[in-house]
């Protein structure tokens, strides 16, 4: 039977210079608005699409979207989610 290959020994990590070091500085928190929002268009986004749905469009105004009103509550949620990714 075949033998193996060898593997090359890893080579020792060479030390950093003193000077080079670099600093990780952390992010600081986000502002107190960005979960606020971020729920905030969560809730909006269900509640227009809940009231669409169980209204079936006779809700004042929503007569005149029709089937964009589908669009604005996804919209919502969707605006929702691009601010979560600003929460830290």
């Known amino acids: 039977m075949p033998e193996s290959r ?3 020994p890893k080579k020792a ?3 950093a210079l003193a000077g080079a070091a670099r600093v990780q500085r952390r992010k600081p928190p986000s502002r ?3 979960p606020a929002l971020m729920l905030a268009c969560f ?3 269900v509640a227009w699409l809940l009231l669409y749905y169980f209204s079936s469009g006779g809700f004042p105004g929503m007569g ?3 089937a964009w009103n589908v669009f604005v ?3 919502f949620v969707v605006v929702g ?3 979560a990714t ?3």
């Open 81 to 83: 989610l691009g601010v």
């Open 73 to 75: 509550g996804f919209a």
């Open 64 to 66: 005149l979207l029709g």
């Open 13 to 15: 990590p060479t030390p």
């Open 43 to 45: 809730i909006i986004g």
């Open 6 to 8: 060898r593997r090359k």
């Open 86 to 88: 600003q929460w830290r």
């Open 32 to 34: 107190p608005w960005v």
